[in-house]
């Protein structure tokens, strides 16, 4: 089936650098990924649709020059957390849909949990 | 953004009863989904119905879903200790976008 990896599954990092999550599907092409960040014990809230070749789509209240999104390939797309801080620990979650296939058929990656200190 | 709201937040039965869990969401929609997470972990996909389904059975799983009322519900029967987790449902629309309810915490006792 459809798998999406994510690393690194956990980073620590101090506050002010940067850190770049790599969502990358496995064995099939996604022309759109989607970025999801959790807060402890909350729900998934969706932070941007990522597009292939093109500029990512972020949902309101949602910085994009915080959150670099780039998706240079059919089967990676980035996100660069900058100047991170504290209140941007979190835990973040990709997923993507295979092109060609049922409109429904999206895929999960594992997560990453971002801790800056 | 968030479609709506997860009834109940929280949830506690015995071994071996059903958990039943609400959705409620506000827009119209291509299918919804539910999905489990054990603590600090990613998603694992339960099931999805199309906006032109009104049921679905998967294993012990049993989801309806009311477009005229914009809800779903999801039903464990026979819960097991490893059922203990958060639930969530994410509704899909024609842009592409999943976007996921609050959750409900679903703690199974021995």
């Known amino acids: 089936g459809a798998v999406v990896s994510q690393h690194p599954s956990w980073v620590i990092c101090k506050s002010g650098t940067s850190v770049k999550i790599e969502c990358r599907s496995l064995?099939?092409?996604?022309?759109?990924m989607f970025w999801y960040r959790q807060f402890p014990k909350q729900s998934l809230m969706l932070m941007a649709t990522?597009?292939?070749?093109?500029?990512?789509?972020?949902e309101q209240g949602v910085e994009k020059d915080k959150f670099l999104i780039n998706h240079a390939s059919l089967t990676l797309s980035t996100l660069t957390v900058t100047s991170a801080h504290p209140e941007d620990s979190s835990f973040y979650i990709c997923?993507?849909?295979?092109?060609?296939?049922?409109?429904?058929?999206?895929?999960f990656g594992s997560g990453t949990r971002l801790t800056v200190v | 953004s968030q479609q709506g709201e997860e009834d109940p937040q929280a949830l506690s039965i015995q071994e071996g009863e059903n958990a039943t869990m609400n959705c409620s969401y506000k827009?119209?929609?291509?299918?919804l989904q539910w999905y489990r997470q054990n603590s600090g972990r990613g998603l694992v996909h339960l099931i999805l119905?199309?906006?032109?389904?009104r049921e679905k059975h998967s294993g012990r799983l049993r989801v309806t879903l009311d477009t005229s009322k914009k809800s779903s519900s999801l039903l464990i029967t026979a819960s097991r200790a490893a059922d203990t987790a958060s639930y969530f449902c994410?509704?899909?629309?024609?842009?592409?976008?999943?976007?996921f309810g609050k959750g409900t915490r679903l703690h199974i006792l021995p």
């Open positions: 064995d099939f092409q996604a022309t759109t």
């Open positions: 119905i199309r906006s032109n389904e």
């Open positions: 990522s597009n292939e070749g093109s500029k990512a789509t972020y």
């Open positions: 997923s993507a849909r295979a092109t060609g296939t049922d409109l429904y058929g999206y895929t």
């Open positions: 994410a509704t899909g629309s024609r842009d592409d976008k999943i976007i």
């Open positions: 827009t119209s929609i291509n299918n």
